[in-house]
Protein backbone atom coordinates (compact mmCIF):
# COMPACT_ATOMS: atom_id res chain seq x y z
CA UNK A 1 0.00 0.00 0.00
CA UNK A 2 2.34 2.85 -1.44
CA UNK A 3 -0.14 5.38 -0.80
CA UNK A 4 -0.52 4.85 2.92
CA UNK A 5 -4.12 4.74 2.43
CA UNK A 6 -4.78 7.88 2.24
CA UNK A 7 -4.61 10.55 4.94
CA UNK A 8 -5.95 9.16 7.80
CA UNK A 9 -4.47 5.81 7.03
CA UNK A 10 -0.97 7.44 6.46
CA UNK A 11 -1.43 9.12 10.10
CA UNK A 12 -2.04 5.72 11.28
CA UNK A 13 0.80 4.28 9.90
CA UNK A 14 3.42 6.63 11.81
CA UNK A 15 0.89 8.11 14.67
CA UNK A 16 1.67 6.80 17.71
CA UNK A 17 -1.91 5.68 18.79
CA UNK A 18 -4.17 8.41 20.24
CA UNK A 19 -1.79 11.22 19.67
CA UNK A 20 -3.09 12.72 16.34
CA UNK A 21 -4.63 16.12 17.35
CA UNK A 22 -6.00 18.36 14.58
CA UNK A 23 -5.20 21.63 13.66
CA UNK A 24 -8.17 24.12 13.08
CA UNK A 25 -8.57 25.03 9.79
CA UNK A 26 -7.76 28.45 8.57
CA UNK A 27 -10.65 30.51 7.60
CA UNK A 28 -11.55 29.87 4.39
CA UNK A 29 -10.28 32.25 1.16
CA UNK A 30 -12.12 35.39 0.37
CA UNK A 31 -12.69 33.77 -3.37
CA UNK A 32 -12.20 30.48 -3.16
CA UNK A 33 -13.00 29.61 -6.28
CA UNK A 34 -10.76 32.77 -8.21
CA UNK A 35 -11.25 31.58 -11.95
CA UNK A 36 -14.74 30.41 -11.84
CA UNK A 37 -14.07 27.15 -13.22
CA UNK A 38 -17.19 25.11 -14.30
CA UNK A 39 -18.01 22.56 -12.13
CA UNK A 40 -15.18 23.11 -9.36
CA UNK A 41 -17.80 23.63 -5.95
CA UNK A 42 -19.33 20.48 -7.12
CA UNK A 43 -16.13 18.44 -7.53
CA UNK A 44 -14.78 19.94 -4.21
CA UNK A 45 -18.29 18.88 -2.77
CA UNK A 46 -17.88 15.19 -4.38
CA UNK A 47 -14.78 14.94 -3.12
CA UNK A 48 -15.15 16.00 0.05
CA UNK A 49 -17.78 13.50 0.50
CA UNK A 50 -15.72 10.86 -0.84
CA UNK A 51 -13.20 11.44 1.31
CA UNK A 52 -14.58 12.63 4.64
CA UNK A 53 -12.21 15.21 4.27
CA UNK A 54 -12.79 19.30 3.02
CA UNK A 55 -9.47 20.17 1.60
CA UNK A 56 -6.43 17.73 0.12
CA UNK A 57 -4.42 17.79 3.41
CA UNK A 58 -4.68 17.03 6.82
CA UNK A 59 -2.83 18.92 9.71
CA UNK A 60 -2.11 18.50 13.48
CA UNK A 61 0.41 17.36 16.06
CA UNK A 62 1.66 14.03 17.21
CA UNK A 63 3.71 11.35 18.42
CA UNK A 64 6.14 9.40 16.12
CA UNK A 65 7.40 6.65 18.45
CA UNK A 66 7.33 9.20 21.30
CA UNK A 67 8.67 11.96 19.69
CA UNK A 68 6.40 15.17 19.51
CA UNK A 69 5.97 16.65 15.62
CA UNK A 70 3.97 18.62 13.66
CA UNK A 71 2.24 16.34 11.11
CA UNK A 72 0.60 17.03 7.71
CA UNK A 73 -0.95 14.16 5.20
CA UNK A 74 -2.02 14.17 1.90
CA UNK A 75 -5.11 12.90 1.11
CA UNK A 76 -4.72 11.76 -2.61
CA UNK A 77 -8.29 10.82 -2.85
CA UNK A 78 -9.13 14.73 -2.67
CA UNK A 79 -8.85 15.95 -6.19
CA UNK A 80 -5.38 13.75 -6.22
CA UNK A 81 -4.00 15.75 -3.34
CA UNK A 82 -3.86 18.78 -5.63
CA UNK A 83 -2.32 22.01 -4.10
CA UNK A 84 -5.09 25.00 -3.99
CA UNK A 85 -4.92 28.08 -1.83
CA UNK A 86 -6.63 26.61 1.12
CA UNK A 87 -3.83 23.83 0.78
CA UNK A 88 -1.64 26.50 1.14
CA UNK A 89 -3.26 28.14 3.92
CA UNK A 90 -2.86 24.78 5.94
CA UNK A 91 0.69 24.02 5.12
CA UNK A 92 1.32 27.56 6.46
CA UNK A 93 -0.53 27.36 9.50
CA UNK A 94 1.07 23.48 10.30
CA UNK A 95 4.87 25.54 9.73
CA UNK A 96 3.40 28.52 12.18
CA UNK A 97 2.70 26.06 14.49
CA UNK A 98 5.75 23.66 14.64
CA UNK A 99 7.86 27.00 15.09
CA UNK A 100 5.97 28.59 17.65
CA UNK A 101 6.28 25.11 19.57
CA UNK A 102 9.68 24.32 18.67
CA UNK A 103 8.77 20.80 16.91
CA UNK A 104 9.65 18.89 13.79
CA UNK A 105 7.44 18.77 10.26
CA UNK A 106 6.85 15.79 8.72
CA UNK A 107 4.80 15.55 5.19
CA UNK A 108 3.31 12.63 4.16
CA UNK A 109 3.15 13.36 0.32
CA UNK A 110 0.92 12.06 -2.11
CA UNK A 111 -0.18 14.57 -4.78
CA UNK A 112 -0.23 15.51 -8.49
CA UNK A 113 0.38 18.48 -8.36
CA UNK A 114 -0.65 22.07 -8.47
CA UNK A 115 -4.78 22.63 -8.67
CA UNK A 116 -5.40 23.55 -12.55
CA UNK A 117 -9.11 24.58 -11.69
CA UNK A 118 -7.30 27.49 -9.44
CA UNK A 119 -4.82 28.53 -12.03
CA UNK A 120 -2.23 30.09 -10.67
CA UNK A 121 -3.14 30.93 -7.61
CA UNK A 122 -2.79 27.26 -6.77
CA UNK A 123 0.76 27.26 -8.59
CA UNK A 124 2.00 30.03 -6.49
CA UNK A 125 1.09 27.85 -3.10
CA UNK A 126 4.75 26.56 -3.99
CA UNK A 127 6.45 29.76 -3.16
CA UNK A 128 4.45 30.11 -0.19
CA UNK A 129 5.35 26.22 1.00
CA UNK A 130 9.23 26.82 0.24
CA UNK A 131 8.68 30.34 2.20
CA UNK A 132 7.80 28.25 5.19
CA UNK A 133 10.00 25.48 4.77
CA UNK A 134 12.70 28.11 4.43
CA UNK A 135 11.34 29.75 8.00
CA UNK A 136 11.13 25.96 9.64
CA UNK A 137 15.14 25.96 8.49
CA UNK A 138 15.93 28.78 9.84
CA UNK A 139 14.65 28.12 12.58
CA UNK A 140 16.39 25.37 13.39
CA UNK A 141 13.72 22.79 13.22
CA UNK A 142 13.78 19.75 10.99
CA UNK A 143 11.59 18.36 8.24
CA UNK A 144 11.46 14.66 7.31
CA UNK A 145 9.33 14.07 4.40
CA UNK A 146 7.86 10.47 3.70
CA UNK A 147 6.92 10.20 -0.04
CA UNK A 148 3.97 8.13 -0.69
CA UNK A 149 2.16 6.98 -4.14
CA UNK A 150 2.05 9.19 -6.37
CA UNK A 151 3.92 12.34 -5.61
CA UNK A 152 4.81 13.98 -8.29
CA UNK A 153 4.91 18.07 -9.38
CA UNK A 154 5.08 20.92 -7.38
CA UNK A 155 4.34 19.03 -3.81
CA UNK A 156 7.59 16.35 -5.05
CA UNK A 157 9.47 19.58 -5.73
CA UNK A 158 8.58 21.41 -2.59
CA UNK A 159 7.61 19.22 0.18
CA UNK A 160 9.58 16.21 -0.65
CA UNK A 161 12.31 17.22 -2.66
CA UNK A 162 13.27 20.01 -0.47
CA UNK A 163 13.18 18.32 2.65
CA UNK A 164 15.97 17.72 5.57
CA UNK A 165 15.80 14.06 5.18
CA UNK A 166 13.04 12.15 2.40
CA UNK A 167 12.08 8.63 2.98
CA UNK A 168 10.16 6.79 0.48
CA UNK A 169 7.81 4.21 0.67
CA UNK A 170 8.31 1.06 -1.68
CA UNK A 171 6.52 1.75 -4.71
CA UNK A 172 5.68 4.43 -4.86
CA UNK A 173 5.54 6.68 -8.09
CA UNK A 174 7.81 9.60 -7.59
CA UNK A 175 9.40 12.35 -10.06
CA UNK A 176 8.92 15.88 -11.08
CA UNK A 177 6.31 14.66 -14.16
CA UNK A 178 3.61 13.34 -13.99
CA UNK A 179 2.29 10.17 -15.49
CA UNK A 180 0.13 12.24 -17.96
CA UNK A 181 2.45 14.80 -18.99
CA UNK A 182 5.65 12.90 -19.49
CA UNK A 183 7.04 12.42 -22.58
CA UNK A 184 5.55 8.95 -24.51
CA UNK A 185 9.01 7.27 -24.89
CA UNK A 186 9.80 7.94 -21.25
CA UNK A 187 11.23 5.19 -18.98
CA UNK A 188 8.35 4.69 -16.18
CA UNK A 189 11.24 2.89 -14.04
CA UNK A 190 12.91 6.54 -13.84
CA UNK A 191 9.72 7.50 -11.25
CA UNK A 192 10.59 5.12 -9.09
CA UNK A 193 11.09 4.99 -5.32
CA UNK A 194 14.53 2.89 -5.83
CA UNK A 195 15.42 5.31 -8.90
CA UNK A 196 14.97 7.98 -7.23
CA UNK A 197 16.69 6.52 -4.18
CA UNK A 198 19.65 5.26 -6.34
CA UNK A 199 20.14 9.49 -7.70
CA UNK A 200 20.63 10.80 -4.46
CA UNK A 201 16.99 12.07 -4.72
CA UNK A 202 15.88 9.75 -1.42
CA UNK A 203 17.51 8.99 1.90
CA UNK A 204 15.82 5.74 2.00
CA UNK A 205 13.30 3.49 0.50
CA UNK A 206 11.38 1.82 3.98
CA UNK A 207 8.28 -0.71 4.27
CA UNK A 208 5.30 0.65 5.77
CA UNK A 209 5.55 -1.42 8.91
CA UNK A 210 8.85 0.11 10.00
CA UNK A 211 8.16 3.67 8.97
CA UNK A 212 7.27 4.47 12.31
CA UNK A 213 10.89 3.07 13.47
CA UNK A 214 12.31 4.48 11.18
CA UNK A 215 10.73 8.03 11.07
CA UNK A 216 11.36 8.07 15.30
CA UNK A 217 14.95 7.01 15.11
CA UNK A 218 15.36 9.92 12.93
CA UNK A 219 13.61 12.40 14.81
CA UNK A 220 14.97 11.65 17.64
CA UNK A 221 18.86 12.35 15.72
CA UNK A 222 17.56 15.56 14.74
CA UNK A 223 16.09 16.60 17.11
CA UNK A 224 17.95 16.37 20.83
CA UNK A 225 19.24 19.38 22.73
CA UNK A 226 22.02 21.33 21.43
CA UNK A 227 24.18 24.09 22.45
CA UNK A 228 22.87 27.74 22.62
CA UNK A 229 25.18 30.83 21.75
CA UNK A 230 25.86 31.11 25.13
CA UNK A 231 26.82 27.50 25.79
CA UNK A 232 27.72 26.15 22.64
CA UNK A 233 28.02 22.69 21.42
CA UNK A 234 30.71 21.09 22.44
CA UNK A 235 33.44 19.62 19.41
CA UNK A 236 33.19 15.73 18.55
CA UNK A 237 35.69 13.77 20.45
CA UNK A 238 37.93 12.27 18.59
CA UNK A 239 37.86 8.77 17.82
CA UNK A 240 40.21 6.09 18.76
CA UNK A 241 42.49 4.57 16.40
CA UNK A 242 41.52 1.41 15.42
CA UNK A 243 44.76 0.26 13.80
CA UNK A 244 48.20 -0.13 14.32
CA UNK A 245 49.65 1.59 17.19
CA UNK A 246 53.32 2.32 16.48
CA UNK A 247 54.23 5.01 14.21
CA UNK A 248 55.94 4.30 10.73
CA UNK A 249 60.06 4.27 10.32
CA UNK A 250 59.80 6.31 7.45
CA UNK A 251 57.17 8.55 5.05
CA UNK A 252 57.16 4.86 2.55
CA UNK A 253 56.18 2.92 5.50
CA UNK A 254 53.29 5.23 6.21
CA UNK A 255 51.97 5.36 2.72
CA UNK A 256 51.49 1.00 2.99
CA UNK A 257 50.39 0.85 6.32
CA UNK A 258 47.65 3.29 4.95
CA UNK A 259 46.67 0.90 1.87
CA UNK A 260 47.07 -2.18 3.31
CA UNK A 261 43.98 -3.96 2.59
CA UNK A 262 43.66 -5.14 6.27
CA UNK A 263 43.72 -1.82 8.04
CA UNK A 264 40.31 -0.44 9.46
CA UNK A 265 38.33 1.37 7.19
CA UNK A 266 35.44 3.87 7.30
CA UNK A 267 32.78 1.84 8.45
CA UNK A 268 34.31 0.12 11.45
CA UNK A 269 34.82 3.45 12.90
CA UNK A 270 31.28 4.84 12.53
CA UNK A 271 30.53 0.95 14.45
CA UNK A 272 32.70 1.64 16.87
CA UNK A 273 32.23 5.18 17.30
CA UNK A 274 28.13 5.19 17.41
CA UNK A 275 25.64 3.33 19.49
CA UNK A 276 23.06 3.85 16.46
CA UNK A 277 23.44 5.89 13.05
CA UNK A 278 20.94 6.88 10.24
CA UNK A 279 21.95 7.62 6.66
CA UNK A 280 21.85 10.53 4.53
CA UNK A 281 22.19 9.62 0.79
CA UNK A 282 23.13 11.04 -2.26
CA UNK A 283 23.71 15.40 -3.37
CA UNK A 284 20.06 15.84 -4.62
CA UNK A 285 21.84 16.86 -7.94
CA UNK A 286 21.44 13.25 -9.66
CA UNK A 287 24.46 11.70 -7.53
CA UNK A 288 25.15 9.51 -5.36
CA UNK A 289 28.89 7.86 -4.18
CA UNK A 290 28.81 5.10 -1.97
CA UNK A 291 32.40 5.41 -0.86
CA UNK A 292 31.58 9.05 1.02
CA UNK A 293 29.25 8.11 4.37
CA UNK A 294 27.20 10.88 5.24
CA UNK A 295 24.41 10.21 8.18
CA UNK A 296 23.81 11.36 11.73
CA UNK A 297 24.65 8.65 14.89
CA UNK A 298 24.61 8.85 18.64
CA UNK A 299 27.65 8.93 20.73
CA UNK A 300 27.83 7.85 24.58
CA UNK A 301 30.48 9.66 26.48
CA UNK A 302 30.72 10.44 30.32
CA UNK A 303 27.87 9.05 30.69
CA UNK A 304 26.01 10.95 27.92
CA UNK A 305 24.43 10.42 25.02
CA UNK A 306 24.45 13.24 21.93
CA UNK A 307 23.73 13.28 18.51
CA UNK A 308 26.59 14.13 15.83
CA UNK A 309 26.85 14.23 12.09
CA UNK A 310 29.29 12.23 10.22
CA UNK A 311 30.84 12.96 6.67
CA UNK A 312 33.38 9.52 6.02
CA UNK A 313 35.52 8.51 3.08
CA UNK A 314 35.78 4.86 2.11
CA UNK A 315 39.42 4.28 0.80
CA UNK A 316 37.94 5.37 -3.28
CA UNK A 317 38.47 8.35 -5.13
CA UNK A 318 35.78 10.83 -4.23
CA UNK A 319 33.13 11.84 -6.57
CA UNK A 320 31.69 15.32 -7.06
CA UNK A 321 28.34 13.60 -5.08
CA UNK A 322 30.18 12.70 -2.75
CA UNK A 323 32.10 16.17 -2.10
CA UNK A 324 28.12 17.58 -2.41
CA UNK A 325 26.70 15.08 -0.25
CA UNK A 326 29.12 16.19 3.03
CA UNK A 327 28.28 19.05 2.23
CA UNK A 328 24.65 18.65 2.17
CA UNK A 329 25.40 16.68 5.68
CA UNK A 330 27.99 19.84 7.18
CA UNK A 331 25.36 22.51 5.91
CA UNK A 332 22.44 20.16 7.49
CA UNK A 333 24.13 19.62 10.51
CA UNK A 334 25.18 23.02 11.26
CA UNK A 335 21.14 24.83 11.09
CA UNK A 336 20.58 21.97 12.92
CA UNK A 337 23.42 22.92 15.87
CA UNK A 338 25.09 19.40 15.73
CA UNK A 339 28.56 18.87 15.53
CA UNK A 340 30.22 17.15 12.88
CA UNK A 341 33.18 14.41 12.61
CA UNK A 342 34.71 13.74 9.19
CA UNK A 343 36.94 10.77 8.23
CA UNK A 344 39.73 10.95 5.73
CA UNK A 345 40.41 8.46 3.66
CA UNK A 346 41.20 8.91 -0.09
CA UNK A 347 43.85 8.25 -2.50
CA UNK A 348 42.37 11.62 -3.77
CA UNK A 349 39.52 13.20 -5.87
CA UNK A 350 37.95 11.80 -9.00
CA UNK A 351 39.51 12.54 -11.50
CA UNK A 352 38.27 10.78 -14.85
CA UNK A 353 36.07 12.78 -17.48
CA UNK A 354 33.29 11.95 -15.85
CA UNK A 355 34.23 13.90 -12.87
CA UNK A 356 34.93 16.61 -14.63
CA UNK A 357 31.49 17.08 -16.60
CA UNK A 358 30.00 16.44 -13.39
CA UNK A 359 31.73 19.78 -11.47
CA UNK A 360 34.52 18.18 -9.57
CA UNK A 361 36.21 21.47 -8.69
CA UNK A 362 32.79 23.43 -7.70
CA UNK A 363 31.86 20.41 -5.35
CA UNK A 364 35.13 20.31 -3.74
CA UNK A 365 35.22 23.96 -3.95
CA UNK A 366 31.62 24.22 -2.24
CA UNK A 367 32.79 21.96 0.84
CA UNK A 368 35.73 23.93 1.57
CA UNK A 369 33.48 26.32 1.76
CA UNK A 370 31.15 24.94 4.16
CA UNK A 371 33.65 23.42 6.26
CA UNK A 372 35.06 26.94 6.74
CA UNK A 373 32.07 28.76 7.82
CA UNK A 374 30.34 26.06 9.49
CA UNK A 375 28.71 27.67 12.60
CA UNK A 376 29.25 24.79 14.80
CA UNK A 377 32.75 22.51 15.59
CA UNK A 378 33.85 19.82 13.08
CA UNK A 379 36.44 17.29 14.26
CA UNK A 380 38.23 15.37 11.83
CA UNK A 381 40.14 12.43 11.65
CA UNK A 382 42.35 11.27 8.84
CA UNK A 383 42.37 6.99 9.20
CA UNK A 384 43.89 6.24 5.61
CA UNK A 385 45.23 7.81 2.82
CA UNK A 386 45.25 11.36 2.65
CA UNK A 387 45.66 12.36 -0.83
CA UNK A 388 46.13 15.82 -1.84
CA UNK A 389 42.68 18.87 -1.76
CA UNK A 390 40.65 15.79 -2.31
CA UNK A 391 41.50 14.84 1.16
CA UNK A 392 41.62 18.18 2.67
CA UNK A 393 38.02 18.80 1.37
CA UNK A 394 37.54 17.33 4.14
CA UNK A 395 39.28 18.61 6.94
CA UNK A 396 38.17 20.34 9.58
CA UNK A 397 40.63 23.68 9.73
CA UNK A 398 42.79 23.52 13.12
CA UNK A 399 40.99 20.59 14.27
CA UNK A 400 42.67 17.13 12.43
CA UNK A 401 44.31 14.22 13.54
CA UNK A 402 45.37 11.41 12.13
CA UNK A 403 45.84 7.46 12.78
CA UNK A 404 49.00 6.05 13.17
CA UNK A 405 48.40 3.79 10.60
CA UNK A 406 47.82 7.09 8.06
CA UNK A 407 49.50 9.89 6.25
CA UNK A 408 48.28 13.49 4.83
CA UNK A 409 50.10 14.53 1.61
CA UNK A 410 49.82 17.42 -1.08
CA UNK A 411 50.12 14.29 -3.46
CA UNK A 412 50.68 10.91 -4.21
CA UNK A 413 54.33 10.46 -3.80
CA UNK A 414 54.38 8.31 -6.73
CA UNK A 415 52.91 11.13 -8.88
CA UNK A 416 55.17 13.35 -6.97
CA UNK A 417 58.28 11.37 -8.08
CA UNK A 418 56.71 11.64 -11.81
CA UNK A 419 56.20 15.58 -11.55
CA UNK A 420 59.63 15.84 -10.63
CA UNK A 421 60.80 13.46 -13.23
CA UNK A 422 62.13 10.92 -11.21
CA UNK A 423 62.15 7.20 -11.89
CA UNK A 424 59.36 5.47 -10.54
CA UNK A 425 61.69 3.33 -7.57
CA UNK A 426 62.91 6.47 -6.27
CA UNK A 427 58.89 7.23 -5.24
CA UNK A 428 60.25 5.79 -1.58
CA UNK A 429 62.49 8.28 -0.93
CA UNK A 430 60.06 10.92 -2.31
CA UNK A 431 57.52 10.58 0.34
CA UNK A 432 60.56 11.00 2.82
CA UNK A 433 61.24 13.78 1.69
CA UNK A 434 56.90 14.86 1.42
CA UNK A 435 57.06 13.97 5.45
CA UNK A 436 53.91 12.80 5.49
CA UNK A 437 54.03 10.00 8.70
CA UNK A 438 51.46 11.00 11.18
CA UNK A 439 54.55 12.22 13.51
CA UNK A 440 56.01 14.76 10.65
CA UNK A 441 52.34 16.20 10.31
CA UNK A 442 52.72 16.90 13.98
CA UNK A 443 55.59 18.27 14.13
CA UNK A 444 54.58 20.79 10.96
CA UNK A 445 51.84 21.79 12.62
CA UNK A 446 49.30 20.31 10.20
CA UNK A 447 47.66 18.30 12.29
CA UNK A 448 46.52 18.84 16.23
CA UNK A 449 48.00 15.32 17.01
CA UNK A 450 47.68 11.48 16.77
CA UNK A 451 44.77 9.31 17.42
CA UNK A 452 45.77 6.92 20.48
CA UNK A 453 44.19 3.85 21.41
CA UNK A 454 40.77 2.53 22.79
CA UNK A 455 41.68 2.35 26.03
CA UNK A 456 40.87 -1.64 26.17
CA UNK A 457 44.40 -2.47 24.34
CA UNK A 458 46.34 0.73 26.81
Known amino acids: ?184 DADPAAYTARAQWEAGSVDAVVAPDELRTALGRRLRLLTRPSGSPEAPESPAPVPYALGRTDLPATGWDAVQRARAPQRPRAAAYLDAYFTDRIELRGDRAGGADDGMLCGFGAHEAQGRSRTIAYAAQCGTATTPAGYRTATRLVRLAGRLGIPVLTLVDTPGAASDDAAERAGAGAAIAELFLALAESPVPVTTLVVGEGGSGGALALAAPGNTWVAPDAYFSVIAPELAAAILKRPADQAPDTAGQLRIRPQDLVDLGVVRGIAGPPPSKI
Open 1 to 184: MADGGGARGALDLVCDPGTFRELPPPAPPVRPDPLRWPGYGDARARAAERTGEAESVVIGTAEIDGVPVVVLAFEFGYLGGSLGQETGDRIEAAHAHARAHRLPVVPLIATGGSRMQEGMIALTQLQRVARQSALTRAAGLPQIAVVRDPTTGGGWATLGAGADLTLALPGAQIGFAGSRVRPP
